[in-house]
């Protein structure tokens, strides 16, 4: 029954595929990054600067998407939401997070960050716009599915090439790095005690996996910010919260395994963990994407130094790998779709001067390098940028000991640690955040910021959301960003012409 039910979901993909593909009427994005990296700011950010951007254009305001040539030629009509097409995924709670960012009926003083992606949402956006090519000449509409998710999800997608066996020994093999050994002795210390062979017992499972996923959050935490930490349910569970399928953890093993023993009972319950959570992912969302962008918090990893960068280059190896990447074709939709353009996008470039942007920009190329290649060499258009979907800060010169420096100026987020008087979370604060490095490869020498490995930690502020800013009819302006257009043209732009 089961494979029946399979055939004929994959049929409605394919149709629905089909459909989008002939009229050029659909596209899927997909939206994604490690814990962090802004997915859903940037989410909430494309969509308040699109549904504004006919009315401000229409009122005579100032092009806030000077890059994105519908909007910078007049031919975007409007943007609206519309309800959400898949009744069993959650909607992205845009006006939820818009609140968040501006503070809503609270007023400014309560603006802050929304939460984290935890679990995968959508978001259906139609844009309406004035064809100027082809045969479709005058009004047309494009609907724009967002897809939210987790990029942890992403990297277990390899796990269903690998056996329990397999897994068990790359993750013993991580733990035992330099950068990890630290933080994995307690579970490494447990797995002394550990008899794979002895008989199964629910109490040692559970505390297996409780272990094991305090090592995976303290790798994650932000003095080391490593990437690679599958598998990913167990830092986000969602609904699978306490289940079998994410009571289970590596064990020193070997292929084979005794029936009724604890390493049988937790290889059981790794391929269940593939079958009921990562395949589903797979086939239901992760492989109708049309675009992708993947957001990268590429300063987390300078600030936490070499063993974060090499770790985070890694990931972002893993991620593209994840991918079906390549040019859509009417052959490859009729089969499935895939990524024929992937943006790798550096967030947060707003906590640095912009002379640091392309130096950002080129550290994160350098780091997804061999992604790169990969995805090029199957067809797909790749792109790299450095952005910020919301701005938090503004350019400045400070005087400091009669030389005039380029600072930042924002509202840090309040910081005992950094100086409670000035990082108090409501005064402004002008921050000289330094040089990125112009030989991106320096990053994985400890030469960041031109400091001894270890004293870079924390080098970068964090900031609350902007004040709003009204226009000149007193209505809200769009939120501030940085490059958020070029992202919308690289990603969106051919649909638009």
């Known amino acids: 029954m089961a494979l029946f039910t399979d055939i004929a979901l994959e049929a409605r993909i394919a149709a629905r595929s089909l459909a989008d593909y002939v009229g050029g009427t659909g596209l899927r994005l997909g939206v994604t990054g490690l814990s962090r990296a802004g997915k859903t700011v940037f989410i909430t950010a494309l969509v308040d600067a699109l549904t504004q951007a006919p009315k401000a254009a229409s009122l005579g305001r100032r092009n806030n998407l000077p890059v994105f040539r519908v909007h910078a030629e007049g031919r975007l009509v409007r943007a609206f939401l519309e309800p959400q097409p898949d009744d069993a995924v959650p909607r992205f709670a845009y006006e939820d997070h818009l609140a968040a960012l501006t503070g809503g009926d609270a007023g400014p003083d309560a603006r802050h960050w929304p939460h984290s992606t935890r679990r995968i949402s959508e978001l259906r956006l139609t844009l309406e716009f004035e064809s100027k090519i082809g045969w479709g000449k005058g009004t047309r509409s494009l609907t724009l599915d967002i897809v939210d998710y987790p ?25 035992s790095s330099a950068a990890r050994a630290s933080l994995a002795a307690d579970w490494r210390g447990f797995l002394t005690n550990i008899d794979p062979s002895a008989p199964a017992r629910e109490d040692v499972a559970r505390q297996a996996a409780e272990i094991f996923t305090a090592y995976l959050r303290a790798c994650r935490a932000d003095a080391y910010a490593l990437s690679t930490l599958p598998p990913g349910r167990f830092l986000m569970p969602g609904d699978l ?7 289970f953890a590596p064990l020193p093993v070997t292929q084979t395994h005794k029936p009724g023993s604890l390493a049988a009972m937790m290889e059981r319950r790794y391929e269940a963990y593939k079958t009921h959570v990562v395949r589903p992912f797979f086939r239901d969302h992760f492989a109708r994407i049309d675009r992708q962008i993947v957001l990268v918090d590429a300063l987390a990893a300078l600030n936490s130094g070499p063993a974060a960068v090499r770790d985070l280059e890694t990931a972002m190896t893993d991620v593209l790998m994840a991918f079906r990447a390549g040019r859509a074709t009417l052959l490859s939709t009729l089969l499935r779709p895939r990524a024929d353009r992937i943006l790798f996008a550096a967030t947060k470039a707003d906590h640095l001067h912009h ?4 130096r950002l920009e080129a550290i994160l190329r350098h780091l997804t390098g061999r992604a790169i290649a990969r995805a090029e060499g199957v067809g797909a258009r790749v792109d790299v940028i450095a ?14 000991d009669g030389d005039l420096l380029e600072a930042i100026v924002g509202t840090p987020l309040a910081d005992e640690s950094l100086g409670g008087e000035l990082f108090d979370g409501v005064r402004e604060a002008a921050i000289f955040p330094g040089l990125l490095p112009a030989d991106p490869r320096s990053v994985f020498r400890g030469e960041a910021l031109g400091l001894p490995e270890g004293e870079a930690d924390y080098r970068f502020v ?5 004040l709003p800013q009204a226009d000149a009819s007193g209505a809200r302006a769009p939120l501030p960003h940085i490059r958020l257009d070029r992202a919308l043209e690289f990603l969106l732009g051919d649909k638009l012409s």
Request: hydrophobic share 40%.
């Open 151 to 175: 990029g942890e999800w992403l990297l277990d997608l390899p796990l269903l090439d690998k056996t329990y066996a397999q897994w068990s020994a790359e993750s013993l093999e991580a733990a």
């Open 355 to 358: 002379t640091s942007h392309d």
């Open 462 to 466: 964090r900031f609350r959301p902007p």
């Open 387 to 400: 952005l910020a979907g919301v701005r938090a800060t503004r350019e400045a010169e400070v005087k400091h």
């Open 241 to 247: 919260e306490g289940s079998p399928a994410l009571t």
